[in-house]
């Protein structure tokens, strides 16, 4: 049944075929040129994709889509415990009430301290074990375990090393004694790196108890100062609209930030934000996509007819010929379109070989995004060490091949063959079949 169809598909485009093979450096152009469209549409639309997928990459090794913080002031004096960043404490009460939007899958939430003590500095963070940035920093646990108590913490590896601290261990930690239960893998530049990792009710605590801190913002008992919220992709836009109107009723605005922000004020973190952020090469919008996908298909079009049409003019006595011995304009147009279809497939085939080319090449690819100053646990100004200070997150360009781009391409091509077609076939059918025998 094979041998048979492929018989079949070869007689019928016998014909084609051999004018194909004829008239190679001319139909080579329009090869390419189909080839490009093709191209063009499945890489640029993946770069488009590719560059959305990069801007949610902070975001996805954290489990959430939003993050939230809100600004504040700047303490008088760098001493004991203070909230990271400069950033003001967030009733607990406003938890409770982000989670009745509609859209929001999970929340979860923790508190970050810059502890001056005078031993060494130490970035503390309070969490709560049983959500999802507890469950994140358990699986990166190294030696030993979770904190069982208060009394309990979990420190990074890199402090460990650092200042030689193992478990069992004792840390002072704003004037108090915590048991080193356990070790955890640094989490480098990620936005949840810290040296101190433990229960959310001490550090509360902590902060709670700091003079310092009181004297620059109220800090009540359980307040904390940085919220996750995950919700599905396709309504991160819609819930971010709906928080914008919860927390600017709640914004208490007063002076300005060391980076300009206004005190008071909630920022809102997504992946949009980081967008701007990422490598200018890859920065497309859907607009400008759309507009040289456009342009390329139209050009295409253009010079394609223009070739068919030259090429229609050569062989002016070959059709005059056909229409002569009895060729009806059914009968040319389906010689004309098995060449179109055969120069459109050669076109398709040579595109897609080169696109996925493209796209392994690109995966290659290395983006940087930088994470924005309140949201890195490091302080700018402790410069000891220049390697905590870099927030530059470096990730491989997210590029993949999409099928569906490789679909849409081919439906493009198709329809380009068929206006192709139809307009080639117009012209042949404006010829006159003695004229053209007699002027030859």
């Not at 491989?396 to 391409?409: C, G, K, M, R």
Request: aromatic fraction near 10%; glycine fraction near 6%.
């Amino acid at each position: 049944m094979c041998f048979i169809l492929c018989y079949y598909v070869t007689k019928t485009f016998d014909y084609a075929w051999k004018e194909f093979s004829k008239r190679k450096k001319k139909y080579a152009l329009n090869v390419m040129l189909i080839s490009l469209v093709v191209v063009m549409l499945i890489t640029l639309n993946s770069l488009g994709t590719a560059y959305k997928e990069a801007s949610r990459l902070p975001f996805e090794k954290m489990q959430s889509s939003i993050i939230i913080q809100k600004n504040g002031n700047v303490p008088e004096n760098i001493t004991g415990a203070v909230t990271s960043c400069s950033l003001a404490p967030i009733n607990n009460n406003l938890v409770s009430e982000i989670g009745t939007i509609e859209g929001v899958k999970n929340i979860f939430y923790g508190l970050f301290l810059w502890v001056f003590d005078d031993d060494n500095f130490k970035r503390v963070l309070g969490v709560n074990w049983g959500d999802s940035l507890g469950t994140k920093i358990k699986s990166s646990i190294l030696e030993g375990n979770i904190p069982q108590s208060d009394g309990e913490v979990l420190i990074d590896k890199t402090y460990a090393k650092q200042y030689n601290v193992n478990v069992e261990q004792k840390v002072e930690i704003s004037g108090e004694k915590f048991r080193v239960s356990g070790i955890a893998k640094g989490f480098r530049k990620d936005i949840i790196a810290s040296d101190v990792f433990m229960n959310l009710e001490p550090a509360q605590k902590i902060a709670y108890n700091s003079k310092n801190l009181q004297e620059t913002e109220t800090f009540n008992q359980d307040d904390i100062n940085i919220i996750f919220v995950d919700v599905k992709q396709t309504e991160i836009k819609a819930v971010t609209e709906k928080l914008r109107n919860i927390l600017n009723q709640k914004s208490l605005k007063g002076g300005k930030t060391p980076t300009g922000k206004t005190i008071g004020s909630y920022n809102i973190y997504t992946p949009k934000s980081f967008e701007n952020q990422i490598s200018s090469l890859f920065v497309l919008s859907d607009k400008l996509i759309l507009f040289i996908s456009l342009i390329t298909i139209i050009g295409s079009v253009l010079i394609i007819m223009r070739s068919m049409s030259h090429t229609i003019i050569q062989r002016k006595r070959e059709f005059g010929i056909m229409k002569s011995v009895g060729f009806t304009k059914r009968d040319i147009q389906k010689e004309i379109g098995k060449e179109t279809i055969l120069q459109v497939f050669a076109g398709y085939i040579l595109g897609i070989a080169v696109s996925f080319i493209a796209v392994l090449l690109l995966a290659r690819t290395k983006i940087s995004i930088s994470i924005p100053w309140e949201l890195n646990p490091y302080p700018h100004f402790l410069a000891s060490n220049p390697n905590l200070l870099d927030t530059v997150q470096t990730y491989l360009l997210p590029i993949q091949f999409q099928p569906t781009y490789a679909v849409l391409s081919f439906i493009i091509v198709i329809i380009m063959g068929i206006l192709t077609t139809i307009t080639t076939t117009n012209q042949i059918n404006k010829l006159r079949a003695m004229e053209v025998l007699k002027n030859e």
